[in-house]
């Protein structure tokens, strides 16, 4: 089975914790935009939620396939948000936005009772940090606060390349119109702690350690699907 495959199985298997009449986070990426697909089948069945989409391409993928969308202003408490993830460690801490919504995602999951994750198996790792973190940053003052992220970070004994994410040979900008810097710190032993001292960053919009956030997650792998929970 191959990852596209894997990442459907997971899809598939997180249609069951949806419930009639739930008001629903909508993660972004491709293993959610599996779920959209299959989720949107069940809509057209009869099913009926509302669903806050973390990101414009989510919103648009929605909107293609008919499934009934709100704002998170419109819908301020959310009973499930599922969501994709980049790595997963085992207290289901997790990095995210490698498909740069990860503000949005954060804020969507903080407006949920209950985190969902769905991935292929090969995002479980033992520690956090062979993905490059993405750091959202404001783009005034961008030097001053990469400067900042290089020292808080090595303080934590971190060190690696920040790079200015790009997409088609420009800048890569946000829905919210922010920068990402993606750090290449390697294995990341105290994730908390980087989130707190990125937290602490005034030009950091947010970053993608999502630190006891998700309750459950679902990881396929070729025997089939098997779901993981946190203690939070
Ligand atoms: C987007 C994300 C995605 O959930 C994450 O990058 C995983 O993507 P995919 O499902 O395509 O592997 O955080 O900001």
């Given at each position: 089975m191959d990852a596209r495959e894997l990442k459907s199985m997971a899809a598939a298997?997180?249609?069951?914790?949806?419930?009639d009449g739930m008001r629903l986070g909508i993660g972004t990426g491709s293993t959610a935009e599996a779920f959209?697909?299959?989720l949107a089948e069940k809509v057209a069945d009869g099913l009926r939620i509302e669903g806050v989409p973390t990101s414009e391409r989510t919103a648009r993928l929605c909107v293609e396939l008919g499934v009934p969308l709100r704002s998170l202003d419109e819908l301020p408490e959310l009973d499930l948000v599922?969501?994709?993830a980049d790595e997963v460690d085992p207290d289901l801490n997790l990095i995210k936005g490698g498909g740069g919504a990860l503000l949005r995602e954060k804020i969507v999951a903080a407006a949920a009772a209950r985190m969902l994750v769905i991935v292929d198996e090969s995002k479980l790792v033992d520690t956090l940090g062979a993905f490059?973190?993405?750091?959202?940053?404001n783009p005034f003052g961008l030097v001053a606060t990469?400067?900042?992220v290089e020292q808080k970070a090595a303080h934590l004994g971190l060190t690696g390349d920040l790079v200015l994410r790009q997409s088609n040979s420009e800048t890569f900008t946000t829905d919210g119109?922010?920068?990402?810097?993606?750090?290449?710190f390697g294995?990341?032993?105290d994730a908390e702690a980087l989130s707190n001292a990125l937290n602490a960053i005034p030009g950091v919009v947010e970053h993608g350690l999502f630190i006891h956030m998700a309750s459950m997650a679902i990881?396929?792998?070729?025997?089939g699907a098997r779901m993981l929970r946190a203690n939070i």
């Open positions: 298997a997180a249609l069951a914790y949806v419930e959209v697909h299959l599922i969501d994709g490059p973190l993405p750091i959202e940053v990469r400067h900042s119109g922010h920068y990402i810097l993606d750090a290449s294995r990341i032993p990881a396929a792998g070729p025997t």
